[in-house]
């Protein structure tokens, strides 16, 4: 898989980009919000399940850097 595909998943206040080639599959994001990331089911990330900043701290967290977010413009 290349590094390069990026698939984007927003709320409406935020985005977050999934790079899978960087994925190490750690499953640092899968303990931290498991109503958010279940990869047994498609689409995997489920945006909606966590509020913004739960998100945005969870990305942080992520060791392979392989989930990023940004922020929408209004």
Do not use: F
């Not at 080639?21 to 109503?35: F, I, M, N």
């Not at 689409?43 to 850097?65: E, M, R, Y």
Request: proline share 7%.
């Amino acid at each position: 898989m290349s590094a390069e595909k990026k698939i984007e998943y927003s709320n409406g206040e935020m985005t977050i980009i999934w790079q899978p080639g960087l994925c190490q599959h750690s499953g640092v994001c899968v303990r931290t919000l498991p109503a958010v990331y279940n990869p047994k089911e498609r689409p995997w990330i489920k945006i909606n399940n966590a509020a913004t900043t739960d998100l945005i701290n969870q990305v942080k967290k992520c060791p392979s850097g392989a989930l990023s977010y940004r922020l929408n413009k209004e």
